[in-house]
């Protein structure tokens, strides 16, 4: 995995982190569900680098 896609994916996962503790803590369930939605595409982006990076091996 390289170096720019890792950062890019954890970067995702705490933007949704983040998004998702805002929402909860103000009562927007929208934002809450965002952020949800942002750290699931995070990890799934993570899986996928690591597929390619086992494969190249």
Not at 2 to 16: D, E
């Amino acid at each position: 995995m390289t170096k720019k896609n890792k950062v890019k994916n954890s970067a995702q996962i705490v933007k949704g982190k983040v998004k998702s503790t805002t929402g909860r803590a103000t009562g927007n369930g929208q934002l809450e569900v965002e952020g949800e939605a942002d750290q699931m595409k995070g990890n799934l982006k993570q899986a996928g680098e690591k597929v390619k990076d086992a494969f190249k091996k």
